[in-house]
């Protein structure tokens, strides 16, 4: 069965500084990646996504992830990290045809002044 | 182009009673699924529904229910409700299948007192 695993629960950077969060995923073949965030009290949005065009996506807010097969991994990196980018980050994996969403449990990034 | 509308946005519920929430997706989407999200499972996938048939259902009771209607608007009923019901419940649409990712709505927060 196709999962992911995002290695860290909490993650905090300051102002100015690189982001990055780890995810791992588990999948028989290539899979359809996503990372999305959740602002408080608010849905998801997608920043981007895997679809096997190119291993190293861009996306919104200066946001850009790695997929490499080798390690299994997709993790996501940011430059410098703002203060607006304070939120919880899932890394996603879609299944059965790309119907289904399987969400990790999610990362807490947190980013001090 | 407007966006995944779910509507109430809050709704408080006594045990036993039921609910029904409503989702209007993107227009010409005609994939709709729905998640439950809660502190201690996560993001869990309840069903997906295309051209009014359920294509996917998750692990979820019989009290969840859903369905879609020829505009492709969606709506989920819980039965009997109960405390654990309580969590943010999120739709997500998208034109066909999820391999480019789904857009998501802000989400019912159902509170069952």
């Known amino acids: 069965a196709q999962s992911v695993t995002q290695l860290d629960s909490h993650v905090s950077v300051s102002e100015g500084t690189p982001v990055l969060l780890r995810c791992n995923y588990s999948s028989s073949y290539s899979p359809s990646l996503f990372w999305y965030v959740q602002h408080p009290n608010k849905g998801l949005q997608l920043l981007l996504k895997?679809?096997?065009?190119?291993?190293l996506v861009k996306g919104i807010n200066g946001f850009e992830a790695e997929f490499k097969k080798s390690e299994t991994s997709f993790h996501l990196t940011k430059p410098s990290a703002h203060m607006s980018d304070a939120a919880e980050y899932f890394c996603?994996?879609?299944?059965?045809?790309?119907?289904?969403?399987?969400f990790g449990a999610g990362t807490i990034l947190r980013v001090k002044s | 182009k407007a966006g995944v509308t779910q509507t109430p946005r809050y709704l408080i519920k006594t045990r036993g009673q039921q609910v029904t929430l409503s989702c209007s997706p993107i227009s010409g989407h005609r994939s709709v699924s729905w998640y439950q999200q809660t502190p201690g499972q996560g993001l869990q996938f309840l069903f997906e529904y295309f051209s009014e048939t359920q294509r996917n259902k998750g692990n979820f009771p019989g009290r969840f229910s859903g369905r879609q209607f020829s505009n492709s608007r969606s709506e989920m009923n819980v039965s009997t409700l109960e405390l654990g019901d309580s969590a943010l419940y999120l739709c997500a649409s998208n034109p066909q299948t999820g391999y480019d990712g789904y857009t998501f709505g802000s989400g019912t927060r159902l509170t069952v007192v």
């Open positions: 895997y679809t096997s065009a190119a291993t």
């Open positions: 996603v994996v879609s299944v059965l045809y790309g119907n289904k969403l399987v």
